[in-house]
């Protein structure tokens, strides 16, 4: 039972052009959404976070947008960066806190 | 401030054999979660100490346990391997079960099992 899903295995994006990477998750007692970075053999970096109360969190390049009614979450990185290579996984935490539960991840190619 | 520190590297077993993996979180951190992360998959959920207890478990049959010491730092050990076992292991250590305060990753154990 995959309660957090990202759809699309991979994206290719231009330098400067924006790259949107997209998460849907099926429980509703989510409430904590994180994106990470992920280079192989290496452990994931947080990127930045969402909280349920919120509809958007801006860092930076990075943008988090989420649709509870759609269950639905967002990364957008503009512009891109050919260092922005890597695979981004999102993650949501349960209302009573506890482990981070993965989508499947998406690996972004950013080319020059 | 040290990150969250995993030993070994790198780790090649046989078949049958038994492998311990060592983490040590970030100072202050009570909670380590660990995570397989097979050739190809996403991050799977293993097991999650707090407190020196285990808090919750993912799916995986019985071979897979681990602990937590006094310290906070846990192992993660593996009985009977078998050639699926093949994985990057990670750990990841947060304050208590507060997610506001982010959970960290360490690099991983690459365990082969051959």
């Known amino acids: 039972d995959q309660q957090v899903k990202q759809n699309s295995p991979s994206l290719s994006v231009q330098e400067g052009r924006i790259s949107i990477l997209n998460c849907d998750y099926t429980?509703?007692?989510?409430?904590?959404f994180l994106w990470y970075k992920k280079y192989p053999a290496e452990g994931p970096t947080f990127l930045i976070s969402i909280s349920s109360i919120k509809d958007k969190n801006e860092d930076g390049r990075f943008t988090v947008f989420l649709n509870k009614s759609a269950k639905h979450l967002s990364l957008h990185i503009v512009p891109s960066q050919p260092g922005d290579s890597a695979v981004y996984f999102c993650?949501?935490?349960?209302?009573?806190?506890?482990?981070?539960?993965f989508g499947q991840g998406t690996e972004l190619s950013v080319k020059p | 401030e040290a990150g969250v520190t995993q030993s070994p590297t790198h780790l090649i077993k046989t078949r049958g054999q038994q492998a311990t993996l060592r983490c040590s979180p970030i100072s202050g951190h009570t909670s380590v979660y660990w995570y397989q992360q097979a050739l190809g998959l996403g991050l799977q959920f293993l097991l999650w100490y707090d407190e020196g207890e285990e808090r919750n478990r993912g799916n995986f049959p019985p071979r897979f346990s681990g602990r937590q010491f006094p310290n906070y730092s846990s192992e993660l050990n593996v009985n009977a391997l078998e050639l699926e076992d093949s994985a990057l292991y990670l750990c990841?250590?947060?304050?208590?079960?507060?997610?506001?305060?982010?959970?960290?990753f360490g690099s991983g154990t690459r365990l082969t099992v051959v």
């Open positions: 429980n509703s007692m989510f409430d904590y």
């Open positions: 990841a250590s947060s304050f208590g079960t507060d997610r506001n305060y982010g959970y960290t």
């Open positions: 993650a949501a935490i349960h209302n009573q806190g506890g482990k981070l539960i």
